[in-house]
């Protein structure tokens, strides 16, 4: 276990040698923050890959059309790839997480959660959705499958995360932020469940859910690579 709260000499970065001898110190060690980068280049390359294909979709509805249906572009791969890429990524952010949190059911419980819902990304990429209009085939089925388990477990995990926060003192500020965040997401799949049971804009809805869950990651990835705010004078 990394005692986070101790100043580590890895926990520190020059910032100029010769023209200043100071240096930022950071919330959490290396140890931590290198699993978080990794979250980072998962985000920003799914994200990129969204942009990608979005603007390179042909006839794609954007209200109706689901995410999921961008691996049927011509630049399909590319979602894909990314899709693939962001579920390494937040494996390596559960990672990070689980070396700022201390032995106890909550991080079990918030870990298991969160790397299940990684998992179900690993899937979703690995058995794309089907064609619109085609017969459904077990590819599909499966996509279909690992796409609930991701949402609804990362969901989950949202909420223990913010429990589990309010037991540690770097967490405890940040844990009502957490909250708000948890509490948006679930208000976004009930919007997106109930687009889906009555077919409006459901493509819609599916992005609002989905970038909901996007802006705790960015954040979890900031809280954990955020300098703590002192500079100490070597």
Same mark, same amino acid.
């Given at each position: 276990?990394?005692?986070?709260?101790?100043?580590?000499?890895?926990?520190?970065?020059?910032?100029?040698?010769?023209?200043?001898?100071?240096?930022?110190?950071?919330?959490?060690?290396?140890?931590?923050?290198? +699993?978080?980068? &990794?979250?980072?280049?998962? $985000?920003? %390359?799914?994200?990129? !890959? #969204? =942009?990608?294909?979005?603007?390179? *979709? @042909?006839?794609?509805?954007?209200?109706?059309?689901?995410?999921?249906?961008?691996?049927?572009?011509?630049?399909?791969?590319?979602?894909?790839?990314?899709?693939?890429?962001?579920?390494?990524?937040?494996?390596?952010?559960?990672?990070?997480? +689980?070396?700022? &949190?201390?032995?106890?059911? $909550?991080? %079990?419980?918030?870990? !298991? #959660? =969160?790397?299940?819902?990684?998992? *179900? @990304?690993?899937?979703?990429?690995?058995?794309?959705?089907?064609?619109?209009?085609?017969?459904?085939?077990?590819?599909?089925?499966?996509?279909?499958?690992?796409?609930?388990?991701?949402?609804?477990?990362?969901?989950?995990?949202?909420?223990?995360?913010?429990?589990?926060?309010?037991?540690?003192?770097?967490?405890?500020?940040?844990?009502?932020?957490?909250?708000?965040?948890?509490?948006?997401?679930?208000?976004?799949?009930?919007?997106?469940?109930?687009?889906?049971?009555?077919?409006?804009?459901?493509?819609?809805?599916?992005?609002?859910?989905?970038?909901?869950?996007?802006?705790?990651?960015?954040?979890?990835?900031?809280?954990?690579?955020?300098?703590?705010?002192?500079?100490?004078?070597?």
């Amino acid at each position: 276990m990394i005692n986070v709260t101790s100043i580590q000499n890895n926990n520190s970065q020059s910032i100029g040698r010769g023209w200043s001898n100071m240096t930022i110190e950071y919330a959490f060690p290396w140890a931590v923050r290198r +699993y978080a980068l &990794l979250g980072v280049f998962g $985000l920003l %390359t799914f994200v990129s !890959s #969204l =942009f990608v294909v979005h603007l390179t *979709g @042909i006839d794609f509805d954007w209200m109706r059309d689901y995410v999921s249906n961008l691996a049927n572009e011509p630049l399909g791969w590319v979602f894909i790839a990314g899709t693939f890429v962001h579920g390494w990524g937040n494996l390596a952010l559960a990672r990070a997480l +689980y070396g700022t &949190l201390d032995q106890g059911r $909550l991080r %079990t419980w918030a870990i !298991s #959660l =969160f790397c299940l819902a990684a998992v *179900g @990304i690993l899937v979703a990429a690995l058995f794309p959705v089907d064609p619109t209009g085609q017969l459904p085939t077990t590819t599909g089925r499966i996509h279909r499958s690992a796409a609930s388990v991701t949402f609804f477990s990362e969901l989950g995990a949202l909420f223990v995360f913010s429990a589990a926060f309010s037991y540690y003192p770097h967490w405890r500020n940040q844990q009502r932020v957490s909250l708000v965040m948890s509490v948006s997401a679930a208000l976004a799949m009930v919007a997106f469940i109930i687009a889906l049971q009555v077919d409006v804009t459901p493509g819609l809805a599916e992005r609002v859910a989905l970038s909901t869950l996007l802006v705790w990651e960015v954040w979890i990835c900031y809280q954990l690579l955020r300098p703590s705010g002192q500079k100490i004078k070597q």
